[in-house]
């Protein structure tokens, strides 16, 4: 440890700690732009490039940029002098020098970090004019980059290239032209972009915003012509509270059901419903590849690897080109849902489909994408599910339409797809999906009822995870426990699955998730302003929800059990496979 002073008081920090951390231990919070760090995931963006948090350091003629100086043993800081004040200001300045003035028309407009700076420091003209770049806008299906607005933080690249190691973002040009961009400054479309959508997730201005798709929505919920139905993924109802005030992992899914009704949506239904509906096709399909496996055919890939994350998806057609029979060919929750709400729902009520909307409420940017890929769609193009807006989507609809949120009774979901198990809701936490399907793989291999259905060795937030259980009746065959991998983030997948690949680590099934967390981390989801405390307590909610639940097996949903019953037959059964599975793409 080292002794140190920071505005007059003596504070005790680690060596080779930041004057930020030193400041903040005391309370002492110095404003900062580019610099985030995210305790618990490894993220840390230290390039120093912005300057707002310059500090006075004793014996030093030039200000210290505190988010990437140390401190060390009687060190005197200054963090509030006049001297402070007014280079944080000018450094304020000459970033908004070439920075677009159209804050009203902003997507970040009310959240933005250079924003709240120039209000905090009293910005109220800017003395110097840079030369305004005139990047065109990089518009993809998921995320759109207001290039413009770039401000070179690299929070963005950090984050792509440390975390999500897809390597699609770098700093490009010189001067005034100087950019966070692709290779080549290609647009998104054309890299090895996941659309994971984590880097707009840490943009602290307007550059990195999903594709919006709310004014696609109020035309449709507009329109009496259509029926517009609307299902909503796990982890949207331990976030979207934190729009309202309450605390993250706070589960307003009554809240949010009646506040959907009031848009305007005909039917709200649940994507947890058909994440148990998943469980029933991956389950089936994990436990009919290792049957194979042990009665000697050598064509059956194993480990089986989840396959409802669509960024994982993309990261492995564009990097694991040759490994595209691992995967389960189970569609996504979202796209399971389209499916049979387009083509077996919409027939049961006399809907044309041409009429229906199916809409995704989703934490995820790379949702969008998947609606629009292009086997999830009918031959004629009609899309089965017609667009996906985020959890920040819905709350800025919600107080559009002047919806007392925190004021409005709970009410139920609509049926046929909506009910859901507790094994549905943990899909939106790392770990949930293989636990979903580990609940339903035991007792379908044993015959038996789970004594207890919470395996918490599956459970935690290591970013790379290996676990076994026990499968009586299977481990002998085996020969060991039925081994599980889990990863969360798309480096500690590849991590994974190199170990993989080259032999060191051997399971038998894996579960990966894109963002740290799972989808409770999701790109489209309220910002955490790098806090990863508030992705820990919504994967906590979601666990809570499930404990709360007399359902907790998927195979046990009724609602299930009646369209096998009624449309599909048996899992994996030749309708089952048309509908609900699908194929991937180098
Ligand atoms: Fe997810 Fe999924 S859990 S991918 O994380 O399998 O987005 O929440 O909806 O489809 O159910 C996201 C969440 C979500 C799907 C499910
Ligand atoms: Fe990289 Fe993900 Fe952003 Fe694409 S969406 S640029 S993969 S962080």
């Not at 550059?207 to 449709?220: C, G, I, N, P, S």
């Not at 969008?368 to 667009?387: L, Q, T």
């Not at 085996?478 to 399971?507: M, W």
Request: net charge negative; glycine share 8%.
């Amino acid at each position: 440890m080292v002794k140190l002073i920071i505005d007059g008081k003596a504070v005790e920090a680690p060596k080779g700690a930041t004057i930020v951390a030193a400041a903040k231990s005391l309370g002492i919070t110095i404003p900062t732009l580019c610099h985030l760090q995210m305790g618990g995931v490894g993220y840390k963006n230290d390039c120093a490039s912005c300057r707002v948090c310059v500090v006075e350091v004793e014996g030093r003629r030039n200000l210290a940029p505190a988010c990437a100086t140390p401190v060390y043993d009687g060190m005197v800081v200054t963090t509030n002098s006049m001297k402070v004040m007014q280079k944080r200001k000018t450094v304020l300045e000459l970033l908004l020098s070439d920075h677009p003035k159209d804050c009203l028309a902003c997507s970040k407009n009310g959240e933005c970090e250079l924003q709240d700076l120039a209000m905090q420091f009293g910005v109220r003209e800017i003395r110097f004019a840079g030369k305004e770049s005139t990047y065109r806008q990089d518009v993809s299906p998921s995320i759109i980059r207001d290039i413009d607005k770039c401000i070179m933080c690299r929070r963005c690249e950090t984050m792509c290239n440390v975390i999500q190691t897809c390597g699609v973002l770098s700093g490009v040009n010189r001067g005034f032209e100087a950019v966070v961009a692709p290779a080549f400054e290609q647009d998104l479309e054309d890299t090895a972009c996941t659309y994971c959508g984590q880097c707009v997730a840490v943009c602290p201005v307007g550059a990195l915003h999903e594709a919006d798709h709310t004014w696609r929505l109020v035309k449709d919920l507009a329109n009496p012509a259509k029926k517009v139905v609307v299902q909503v993924a796990p982890a949207v109802r331990v976030a979207l509270g934190e729009e309202f005030g309450f605390e993250p992992g706070t589960n307003v899914e009554g809240k949010m059901i009646a506040a959907l009704r009031k848009l305007g949506f005909d039917m709200v239904f649940d994507t947890n419903w058909s994440a148990d509906l998943t469980i029933m096709e991956e389950a089936s399909e994990l436990i009919d590849r290792v049957t194979k496996k042990l009665a000697g055919d050598e064509d059956v890939k194993l480990p089986i690897l989840t396959s409802c994350c669509p960024a994982w998806v993309k990261f492995f057609e564009h990097n694991y080109p040759d490994m595209l029979d691992v995967p389960s060919t189970a569609k996504s929750p979202q796209q399971m849902f389209g499916a049979i709400a387009k083509n077996v729902w919409a027939k049961e009520e006399g809907i044309d489909k041409k009429d229906l909307i199916v809409v995704s409420i989703m934490p995820c940017l790379a949702k969008k994408y998947e609606a629009s890929r292009e086997e999830f769609a009918d031959k004629d193009g009609n899309p089965d599910v017609d667009y996906s807006i985020s959890t920040r989507e819905l709350a800025k609809l919600i107080k559009q339409a002047n919806i007392n949120f925190n004021g409005l009774d709970e009410e139920e979901v609509d049926n046929p797809l909506g009910s859901y198990t507790g094994a549905g809701v943990i899909f939106g936490r790392t770990g949930g999906v293989i636990e979903a399907a580990t609940r339903t793989a035991y007792e379908w291999i044993t015959g038996d009822t789970l004594e207890s259905v919470d395996f918490t060795v599956l459970r935690g937030m290591e970013s790379v995870r290996v676990a076994e259980v026990s499968i009586p009746g299977l481990d002998e065959k085996l020969g060991s426990k039925f081994r599980i991998g889990i990863a969360h983030g798309l480096g500690s997948a590849r991590e994974l699955l190199d170990k993989i690949r080259s032999g060191e680590e051997t399971v038998h099934a894996i579960e990966i998730m894109a963002c740290k967390g799972g989808c409770v981390g999701g790109g489209g989801q309220p910002y955490h302003h790098g806090d990863f405390g508030v992705i820990v307590k919504r994967a906590a909610g979601l666990t809570s929800i499930d404990e709360g639940k007399e359902l907790r097996k998927s195979h046990e949903n009724p609602y299930i059990k009646e369209l096998y019953e009624k449309h599909l037959g048996k899992p994996m059964s030749h309708k089952a496979h048309d509908i609900l599975h699908t194929e991937y793409f180098p």
